[in-house]
């Protein structure tokens, strides 16, 4: 299957050319492709290609270093390496969400501190938004940060934090003032991740993978000028962030390779129960795509389109759980090689936490329902 037949008039030929390279990349590598590889798949050395390439801040403006290319040409490119189930963890977060937060509302000295780094794929960033006792409540966070000086000191604990252990910095929500409303008093901050007082322990999944982590924070001390954006205002920021945490084609995607074997092993065999379920897959992944399009084309209006990234995450997640229980299906009727049963076993470990991540569906159809537009 190929994400071709999925395309809309929006993909003009710089676009497929771009598509073109990106494939050509993916294939010098010789990659073995994984699902949900933007969570399981760190690979410095492949970051590294991207980088060189100039896919990493791609859509940010060029006076700040960035490639100062459209929204809807970095999801090509992050379609494609999702496609191909490619190891891209170590950028991740850091092109997805922190670098664009900071060209929003950081400083310029963040901006020169880290915007570089991010653009070389040398800044790797953990997210520390969870907590044990919030979940995906991020109005009951826990950890504070208290003033110290010219600085802050960080206290509490964050968890299901991504490639932590990989981790330069770790971008950390913390409250730093007591307010009648759960939503005022929270901040952001940009920790070093080796800085005195941060203790990270692993967390394995159930196949014995480690990309989760349980991070500690004891009287961390953080420089002043690595709060992010305005101080207090930290509940606003984080809700603008997070459209591009929930707008991005790995809400689809993730399971991709998966899908793409289940339709190898369904050509094999003629039986129309299987026709019918993967054909009801590829009708999804339209409609899904389309709306990853209008979430691209809204960023590049310089919106922050909150009610439709919510409305992607919420369906991809739905559509990606189905993509799992649809191959368990069809690769035992239709057989299943060596490579579709480990991206079986890689989706069965990966998507009961999709309804969760970046927002649990509850969430998101909380944030739907209060938008002006539904």
């Given at each position: 299957?190929?994400?071709?037949?999925?395309?809309?008039?929006?993909?003009a030929d710089h676009l497929s050319d771009l598509r073109r390279q990106?494939?050509?990349?993916?294939?010098?590598a010789g990659i073995a492709p994984r699902t949900d590889s933007w969570?399981?798949?760190?690979?410095?050395?492949?970051?590294?290609?991207?980088?060189?390439?100039?896919?990493?801040?791609?859509?940010?403006?060029?006076?700040?270093?960035?490639?100062?290319?459209?929204?809807?040409?970095?999801?090509?490119?992050?379609?494609?390496?999702?496609?191909?189930?490619?190891?891209?963890?170590?950028?991740?977060?850091?092109?997805?969400?922190?670098?664009?937060?900071?060209?929003?509302?950081?400083?310029?000295?963040?901006?020169?501190?880290?915007?570089?780094?991010?653009?070389?794929?040398?800044?790797?960033?953990?997210?520390?938004?969870?907590?044990?006792?919030?979940?995906?409540?991020?109005?009951?966070?826990?950890?504070?940060?208290?003033?110290?000086?010219?600085?802050?000191?960080?206290?509490?604990?964050?968890?299901?934090?991504?490639?932590?252990?990989?981790?330069?910095?770790?971008?950390?929500?913390?409250?730093?003032?007591?307010?009648?409303?759960?939503?005022?008093?929270?901040?952001?901050?940009?920790?070093?991740?080796?800085?005195?007082?941060?203790?990270?322990?692993?967390?394995?999944?159930?196949?014995?993978?480690?990309?989760?982590?349980?991070?500690?924070?004891?009287?961390?001390?953080?420089?002043?000028?690595?709060?992010?954006?305005?101080?207090?205002?930290?509940?606003?920021?984080?809700?603008?962030?997070?459209?591009?945490?929930?707008?991005?084609?790995?809400?689809?995607?993730?399971?991709?390779?998966?899908?793409?074997?289940?339709?190898?092993?369904?050509?094999?065999?003629?039986?129309?129960?299987?026709?019918?379920?993967?054909?009801?897959?590829?009708?999804?992944?339209?409609?899904?795509?389309?709306?990853?399009?209008?979430?691209?084309?809204?960023?590049?209006?310089?919106?922050?389109?909150?009610?439709?990234?919510?409305?992607?995450?919420?369906?991809?997640?739905?559509?990606?759980?189905?993509?799992?229980?649809?191959?368990?299906?069809?690769?035992?009727?239709?057989?299943?090689?060596?490579?579709?049963?480990?991206?079986?076993?890689?989706?069965?470990?990966?998507?009961?936490?999709?309804?969760?991540?970046?927002?649990?569906?509850?969430?998101?159809?909380?944030?739907?329902?209060?938008?002006?537009?539904?």
């Amino acid at each position: 299957m190929s994400i071709e037949t999925v395309s809309t008039a929006t993909d003009a030929d710089h676009l497929s050319d771009l598509r073109r390279q990106v494939r050509e990349v993916v294939a010098a590598a010789g990659i073995a492709p994984r699902t949900d590889s933007w969570m399981r798949g760190f690979d410095a050395s492949f970051t590294e290609r991207v980088a060189e390439r100039g896919w990493i801040g791609m859509s940010w403006p060029a006076e700040y270093g960035g490639g100062g290319r459209s929204n809807l040409e970095r999801m090509v490119v992050t379609e494609e390496l999702l496609r191909a189930g490619a190891p891209v963890t170590a950028h991740w977060t850091a092109d997805r969400q922190i670098g664009p937060a900071i060209l929003r509302v950081g400083s310029d000295e963040l901006k020169a501190e880290f915007l570089p780094g991010i653009r070389r794929g040398e800044i790797v960033v953990g997210l520390g938004m969870s907590e044990t006792e919030a979940g995906s409540d991020l109005a009951a966070v826990r950890t504070r940060a208290v003033p110290d000086g010219d600085g802050w000191r960080v206290t509490g604990a964050k968890v299901w934090t991504t490639s932590a252990h990989h981790a330069t910095h770790i971008y950390v929500l913390a409250r730093t003032s007591d307010e009648d409303a759960r939503h005022e008093g929270l901040t952001e901050f940009l920790v070093d991740s080796d800085a005195p007082g941060i203790e990270i322990r692993p967390i394995l999944d159930m196949v014995g993978e480690h990309h989760f982590n349980e991070v500690v924070f004891a009287d961390v001390p953080v420089p002043a000028g690595r709060a992010l954006g305005t101080v207090g205002q930290g509940w606003k920021q984080v809700t603008e962030q997070l459209a591009f945490e929930r707008g991005g084609a790995e809400r689809y995607l993730s399971t991709y390779p998966l899908l793409a074997a289940m339709v190898r092993s369904a050509a094999r065999v003629r039986d129309r129960a299987v026709t019918e379920r993967v054909g009801s897959l590829a009708a999804q992944l339209v409609g899904l795509r389309q709306l990853s399009v209008q979430v691209a084309t809204a960023l590049d209006a310089g919106e922050v389109p909150g009610r439709l990234a919510s409305a992607l995450k919420l369906r991809g997640t739905t559509f990606e759980k189905e993509v799992v229980e649809t191959a368990r299906y069809v690769l035992d009727v239709c057989g299943a090689d060596a490579e579709a049963s480990r991206l079986l076993v890689d989706g069965l470990a990966a998507v009961p936490g999709a309804s969760i991540r970046g927002g649990a569906s509850e969430v998101m159809r909380t944030v739907i329902g209060r938008s002006e537009v539904c």
